[in-house]
């Protein structure tokens, strides 16, 4: 380890195309410490980490850090609104720009986690590991008492918030992960994740101009597959909000803002697609989207952060994003956003 504590690096690599690295703390949180209620998948195509260990479920022994400016953090802090889990695990928020050491709290008095005591999410990692060798991301998982990180592997924390934590669901909770579409929601799920996920950032981190074209032309195929699919159902898995929908809708908040522009991602803006468009409005429009979206947070984290892509750091004004309140008459398709449940308070 250098003597500044660096964790990462350069986003781009001359001549070759992005891998993202998915090799997390696979550490996880169950009902009763023990075997976990489903082991079935997290919608990534990677199975659960062999003996890896395993945690209690318990209210207040835990703490979400997540950013709203990073879509894989943004997912697990609309998750935990959908499922009412607030009061069982309390969130920390880390600021949207940061060096390469780590996430910071500089959004807080003094730049301090006020329940962590810690001004880096660097330093609940170096409390487990000392000579922690990746790089320190978001979301993470982290315990409280001993300030360590228990995990940051981010499909599986949202995948057992809804399963092992259901002990601390709030009434009228969504289901999440419907039975009755299980296994098309993993391979919808897995498809969204490599190519269009992953895909936004296959684009904007090509060390090639072969690589960029490849990843460009897997991103646009999968976004014309979302539009198809989406012009006959309200959501990805029919009636209601389904874990597919949140992980998708934090890529399309970020479409427009950054992707489109900073990414290179820019046959056309979310903004022209209708059924994706539509289908975006809704999603921010309910309870636990919309109010997770920091459309400032997101454009200053790429903008700044990604200096191999952007040297200047200038962030810029546009685009207009008004019309994410504008009507989306997806309800004409049918369905509710949370089915049988009712919306978080």
């Known amino acids: 380890m250098s003597s500044d504590q660096s964790t990462t690096g350069s986003y781009v690599t001359s001549g070759q195309e992005f891998d993202r690295d998915m090799n997390y703390i696979p550490d996880r949180i169950t009902r009763t410490g023990g075997e976990p209620v489903d082991d079935r998948g ?3 195509g990677k199975p659960p980490a062999e003996d890896a260990p395993l945690w209690p479920v318990e209210a207040g022994r835990y703490r979400l850090v997540a950013a709203l400016a990073c879509p894989w953090a943004t997912r697990t802090v609309i998750v935990r609104r959908l499922l009412g889990l607030e009061d069982a695990i309390s969130l920390g928020l880390a600021g949207p720009t940061h060096d390469k050491r780590s996430w910071t709290f500089d959004l807080d008095p003094d730049g301090v986690d006020p329940v962590l005591g810690i001004p880096r999410l660097q330093d609940a990692f170096f409390a487990r590991y000392p000579d922690y060798p990746r790089g320190i991301t978001v979301p993470a998982v982290v315990e409280v008492a001993s300030g360590q990180v228990v995990t940051n592997d981010f499909p599986w924390i949202t995948h057992d918030f809804f399963f092992e934590w259901t002990d601390h669901h709030r ?8 039975e009755a579409t299980r296994d098309e929601m993993e391979d919808v799920m897995h498809r969204v994740f490599t190519e269009v996920n ?8 090509a060390g090639s101009q072969e690589a960029y074209d490849s990843a460009y032309d897997r991103l646009w195929t999968a976004l014309d597959w979302l539009e198809e699919r989406l012009t006959t ?10 874990e597919a929908d949140v992980r998708l809708f934090t890529t399309l908040a970020r479409f427009d803002a950054v992707y489109h522009g900073h990414f290179k991602a820019n046959r056309q803006t979310l903004a022209t697609m209708p059924a994706l468009w539509g289908y975006a409005r809704d999603l921010y429009q309910t309870p636990g989207f919309g109010d997770a979206t920091d459309f400032e947070q997101i454009k200053q984290h790429y903008y700044v952060v990604q200096t191999d892509i952007n040297p200047t750091s200038i962030v810029p004004k546009g685009p207009d994003l008004s019309g994410w309140t504008t009507a989306h008459h997806r309800e004409e398709l049918g369905g509710s956003p949370f089915g049988d449940g009712s919306p978080p308070a």
Not at 171 to 178: E, I
Not at 236 to 241: E, H
């Open 233 to 242: 159902r309200r959501f990805l898995m029919g009636d209601s909000i389904t």
């Open 42 to 44: 997290a919608g990534t």
């Open 198 to 205: 992953n895909g936004v950032y296959r684009c904007g981190f």
């Open 171 to 178: 009434d009228g909770a969504p289901d999440l992960w419907p």
